[in-house]
Every structure is written in C-alpha cells, then in structure tokens.
C-alpha cells in the first residue's frame, strides 16, 4: 500500500556524449565492439521466468559485413505465443496492483543500469545489428531510450495526480487503472529506443505485454530485455517473442484478453492490424486500445529568403544520417530557382567528403542499409530514376551488396511533382528535390500537402516571418512534427513528442503524457461522506 505521494527524480534529458578522439566514451565503446564480434552468442525467447531455446535458429550479421556472424537467435512458433499470452495473463495478477512507484523503481533503474554498465554494449550492440555509427547509436540505444524510461516515470506521476474536483459533502477521485489484458508490442529495427519503449511504456502503466522486435533488431533487444531482468522487472511482465508477424497475430488477435496494441512499423503492415482487429472485435473482453507510428514521405521546404547553407545542412543530415532509415528522415524537398544552384553545389561538396563504410570505423558518416531486402528496393528507385527522363541524378547512385549493403547518399532532380519518388517511401538514402519557380511559394504548398498520403514530419526554411506562418498555418495537416529552419529528424523524448496523423499512424505522441494515457482506463469514484437518509427533495415541499 502506498503510503505517501512521492516526488520522482527531475525531468531531464540525458546529456550525449561526443565520443571524440581520446574520449572514455570512445575507448569503452571501441572495445565493446571488438568484444562484441569476437563471440557467437545465442538469444532465446524471454517467455514468463524462462529463457526458450527452440533449436531452429536464425543467423544474425551486421549489415556492412554480411559475411561475419555475430550470433543466432531462436524462432519460435505459435505455441509459445501461447504460453506467453498465459504467462503474461499470470503476471498482472501481481503486477497490475503493484503500488506505482515500485513500477517506478524498476524502470528508473532501467534507466541507470543503460546509462552506466550497460551504455557501450547496448550502443555496440545498435552499431553492429542496425548499422548505425556511433554518434547514431548514442542517440538512440542510449540517450533517447533513458528519456522514455526517465520521463514517463515523470509523466506517469501526472497522470496521477489529474484529479477531479469534490464538492460539499462529496470526495470525488480518478483511479487509472491498467487495461484489463495484455498488450501486443511490435516494434522496428530502426530505433532501438523504439524497441524498448513500446513494451515498456505500458508496462510502467500496470499492463502486461507480449513484445515481438524486429527479426533484424534482435540483437540489441536482447541486451534490453536482460537489462529489465536486471532492473528487477517481475517475470512475464514483459514476454519476447520471437516469431512472424502472422503467426503471433493468429493467436492474439483472436483471444479474448486482447486489450491493446503499441506498435512502429509499416502503414500496410497497420492497416491490416486494424482491420483484423475489426474482424475479431466481438470476440474481446473490451475494445483494444490501438497506437500506431507507420510510415512518412517527409518533406523540406524553402523559401526564396532561406539560408542556403543551413538549407544543405538541413538537407544532408535530415536525409542520409542513419541512410535515411528513419520514419521522420528528409526524403523530398522543394527548393525555390534563385537557391537551387547555390544549395547543390554545397551538397555536392559535402557529399564528396562524406565517406561509408562499416560501423568500426568512426570517420564513417554512412553505413549499410538493414538487409538484402530494403538494398533491392532501394537500388530498383534508384535504376529507375536513372533511365527516366523526367528525373536528373545529382550525386550518388551508387550501390554494393557484394560485402555489405552499401548505398550511396542519392539526390535526385526530379522535373514533375508527381514523379515516383516524390510520392513513395524508399526508406534509404534517397532524396528526391523539385525545383520550383521562386515566385510560387503559395502555389507548391497545396502540391507539399496533397502529394503524400502520410503527415509525419515536415520542415520549412526561410528567413521571412511571413512566409514561414503562412507555411505553418497551411500546411498544418501535413506532419505531427513540424520543424522551422532545421532538419524534420531528431524528436527529443519531453521536447518535441513524436507522431503524425493520416497514413502515418494516430498521433499518439510518444516521449509526452498523451501516450501513457492510452495504457491506462480511468475510474472514477465518488464517494458521498454523509449519505441522504429521505428521498424527498426540497421542491417536493407544500408552500
């Protein structure tokens, strides 16, 4: 039983460390790399207090270096989905009337162990899983999912204490209580903090999860379950299962303890989520509760007055840092006629000096895209837009996967506004621009706003006041985040919570109290301290 209202540490962001030359930071994080790749380990489905071998393994390698296995994790099958809905059911017996701020305790300790003694293996772990260079990784696999396990502790504690008005005579309160049954996690390869966060923030809220991460992000999410076992987190709170999409799904989506799904991942891959949903939605307890982040066709737009040099800048990191494998990462962008030279010539130049490479070595800006899969997709827009007459390449164009699957940086002039990839999401180092007359600023912004189905991110630079209201009251649908004069990447947790509308998913904001709410079902109880004793009311009284 509680028996006071806590204060919970301060709100603050984690500091990123710069992992210069000569730095502890990059000393500790060159050897966990080096520790990292001189073993084979084996990762085991986490299923209440059990670690499950299955024996039918699948290889993991860094995507720069597919050749070198850094170790095997072992498929499941729709039997242990079951077990992990049982073991999960079981759990929130214990876990769902556990005072809040021993929920708190565990995942603030989560929070230090990854900030500590965990922060060079879960960041080498990001490097060489997810490609990602280190100052990558430390944003993600360290600083950013710290601030989701930091804040929301904070943010839970609000929520609490949103409490109803009483009158005379009356004591009225809420109770936030976590949904009744289990929620379905699915999460990407893309952000590691993603990974953790999604079976995490409702686990804080009292729920119990199923978590399924991404084949291809599994390595580090092994380091982040065993962190949360550390932190003491209570068996079958949070069961890791590593089975296909549709084989969990079978089983989930029909039981009747489904209540709720968090999930990151493609708008289909949703779309079809929702609509299974709809299919089963008599056969649940209570209509799930259902937060999705999807996909983005990001843009930058410029005005005449823009900086061009910040403009290239903005350009160059919001498009090829992480090689444009983020759902918020700059992927078209419309530059007025009088920049247009001025901008391509900086870019050019900085993408002359950018080099790609693999992961172990820090002077490397771009690395490998995820797997074979995504490399073909991308490499076919890229041949495409090579033998069309209605695109120009810019720089880049280039492609390898005899080693690792290395794609260039690639700008591509297109001459129609409705050129392909303009429109579709590449999910690579892809970035499409269209020139527009300088004089037409009003005119391409109903072509920004209608061109795309998704509004997930966007970003306008100018240096004019007026035209940078007008941009932001017009295109007000057309992304959750909204940048001015910088980049449309790099949402801080508490700062710029995260999320978009249309066919980027519901907004739900991840890093902000607008997501824990969705983990939780309010009741609210009044409670009249001297109860009426005569039915009569005073208006019934004879004059």
Not at 197 to 207: D, E, K, Q
Not at 282 to 305: M, N, Q, W
Not at 380 to 394: L, R, V
Request: hydrophobic letters at 40%.
């Amino acid at each position: 039983m509680s028996k006071g209202i806590f204060n919970v540490p301060a709100a603050k962001n984690e500091p990123v460390k710069s992992y210069a030359p000569g730095s502890a930071e990059r000393i500790e994080l060159k050897q966990a790399l080096k520790t990292s790749k001189e073993k084979t380990i084996e990762i085991p489905q986490y299923i209440g207090g059990e670690e499950i071998f299955s024996g039918n393994k699948r290889k993991i390698s860094p995507p720069h270096d597919h050749q070198h296995i850094l170790g095997y994790f072992h498929e499941g099958d729709a039997a242990d989905v079951v077990e992990a809905v049982n073991a999960a059911l079981e759990a929130r017996k214990g876990w769902s009337y556990l005072n809040w701020e021993q929920r708190a305790a565990i995942f603030l300790k989560a929070a230090d162990l990854i900030a500590g003694p965990y922060r060079a293996e879960l960041n080498a772990a990001t490097m060489l899983g997810q490609s990602k260079n280190a100052y990558q990784a430390e944003i993600d696999s360290a600083c950013e999912i710290i601030d989701f396990l930091r804040l929301n502790v904070n943010f839970m504690r609000d929520i609490y204490e949103e409490q109803p008005i009483s009158s005379d005579g009356v004591w009225n309160r809420m109770e936030y209580r976590p949904l009744e049954g289990f929620i379905f996690a699915i999460t990407p390869f893309n952000f590691t903090a993603i990974a953790g966060n999604l079976p995490a923030a409702p686990a804080l809220m009292g729920n119990v999860v199923l978590w399924k991460p991404a084949f291809t992000q599994v390595y580090s999410a092994n380091v982040i379950m065993r962190v949360f076992k550390e932190a003491g987190l209570p068996d079958g709170v949070i069961n890791m299962v590593l089975v296909d999409g549709p084989v969990a799904g079978d089983v989930i989506f029909k039981h009747p303890d489904f209540s709720g799904i968090h999930f990151t991942g493609s708008t289909k891959v949703f779309q079809t989520i929702w609509k299974t949903i709809g299919e089963n939605i008599s056969t649940y307890k209570t209509f799930p509760r259902i937060v999705g982040e999807t996909g983005g066709k990001d843009f930058v737009l410029a005005h005449k007055s823009a900086d061009p040099k910040a403009l290239a800048t903005g350009l160059i990191r919001g498009a090829f840092e992480y090689q444009g494998q983020k759902c918020s990462a700059a992927s078209r962008a419309y530059i007025p006629s009088n920049l247009w030279e001025e901008v391509k010539m900086l870019m050019i130049k900085d993408l002359a000096e950018i080099k790609m490479g693999e992961v172990d070595d820090f002077s490397n800006f771009i690395n490998a895209v995820i797997d074979e899969k995504s490399f073909d997709k991308i490499a076919s827009y890229i041949e495409e837009a090579k033998s069309s007459d209605d695109t120009e390449i810019i720089a880049g164009g280039t492609f390898d996967k005899s080693n690792g699957y290395f794609v260039a940086p690639t700008v591509i002039q297109a001459f129609n506004t409705d050129y392909v990839t303009l429109c579709e999401e590449i999910f690579g180092p892809v970035l499409t621009v269209y020139i527009y007359d300088e004089c037409g600023f009003e005119d391409i912004i109903p072509i920004i706003d209608n061109t795309s189905p998704y509004a997930l991110t966007g970003a306008i630079f100018a240096r004019d006041r007026y035209a940078i209201e007008y941009a932001t009251e017009h295109l007000i649908n057309a992304a959750g985040n909204f940048y001015i004069n910088d980049k449309p990447t790099g949402a801080v947790v508490g700062q710029q919570p995260f999320g978009g509308a249309r066919a980027s998913g519901t907004n739900d904001k991840a890093g902000s109290v607008l997501n824990l709410l969705r983990w939780v079902s309010p009741r609210a109880i009044k409670e009249t301290l001297i109860s009426p004793t005569d039915y009569k009311y005073p208006f019934l009284s004879i004059e």
